[in-house]
């Protein structure tokens, strides 16, 4: 960054292709691990709840107290990022990710279980971190390649949800034979541990590197100074706390839409994804290795849609490509848990609801860094994306009572889920048109 004042400066130091590139595949490789972790528990919990004698209601009720939790750890991750800086933030978010998978390994029970499995809001925070992270590398970015298509190349990053899912697939499948479920907690630990040493090397952000600066200009007294620095570079002059700004201005309808689309569309991840698993061996009657290797199979599927709606996300409106999204993934999902009978149709169905449930996630990562301010870019995207957890929890006590009343899998995931990610697609067009980051 620039040391003296100038009138002249009026864009932000480059970053260099070769650092750029770096960002990106620590993103992605970060995020793969955190989901790793996340979806982990999800996928164990039925030889979880067999280890310990728990009956389906309670195995759902242990998964929501787990997301409340985790709910609140993520919440605290967006200030925090935004008062360390990005790069100390992934950091962080990683170095929690490994943390979760060691401590979930010495499970003695319900009330330790649901403790410890909170710090996974760390490695759930981690996608928020990144897009906060890449939306202003990618800004700035010498690689004009990546700016160019910077929505299609996002997504190819967030696709380590996907990615995440079918590897956690094929690694329970593969050693839960071998080391039991806690050994496969353990074996989480280390590329995350690697991740987490690699990413010190990253730079930090220009654009959080002058917020620093500014700030440490407004505590020294140079209040003035400050003010006509900020108005060179077009930011904010008078900065409000990273919370409350995302409920101001501009950015309050973004954060009032997407914080009501954002939980319901966690209806259909809760149960979809996270209780993928369960929703195969007791709503579509498949055996728990089947529902493995089908899962294997859907998010195969999951990582294409993630590449198709990173690139319609640069073409099209962003918010429209999400919305349109969702509303196919809801009725894709209908018909999983409707008509879909055999292998082929419930592959086939599930695998469409996948593709258009999460692949919208790459454009709305992006979308929701473009419409904050470098102050409050963190918190107001971490803040959204920990709203997923109480759409989670809510989704996991409406299931957990129909469940305790009798009602089906297959109708609770029906109702639940995919009616849940049809009303997030609807909620979306509410939400506004922002240019890009560099407009």
Sequence with gaps: MPTKLSLNVRSFPRVSSQDTRRATIFAFLAWLFAV????????????????????VATASLVSTLVTVGTAIVALAVGPIVDRIGRRRGMILTVSGTALASAASALTPGISYLVGIRALGGLGLAEQAVNATYLNEIYAVTEDEKIKKHRGLVYGLVQGGWPLGVLFASAFVAIFLPLVGWRGCFLLAVFPAAVIALARRGLKESPQFELEMRLRKMRKQGQVEQATTLAREY???????????????????????????????????????IVLGTTVLTEGKHVSFTGSLVMLILINAVGYLGYIFHGWAGDRFDRRAVIAVGWLISGVMFALTMTIASGTFAVVTFYSLGMFFLVG????LLFYMGECYETGCRATGTTFLNALGQPGAILAGLITTAMLAAGVSWNQSALLVGAGGVFLSGLVMFGARTVKKLDD
Excluded at 39 to 54: A, E, N, T, V
């Design 36 to 55: 790793y972790d996340y979806i982990l528990f999800g996928m164990l919990l039925p030889p979880i709840s067999d280890h310990f004698g728990w009956s």
């Design 360 to 363: 919208p996630y790459a454009p």
């Design 234 to 272: 077009g930011i904010d002059e008078h900065p409000t706390a990273p919370f409350a700004a995302i409920f101001r201005g501009r950015a309050l309808r973004t954060t009032l839409v997407l914080g009501l689309a954002w939980p319901l569309n966690w209806f259909g991840t809760q149960i979809f």
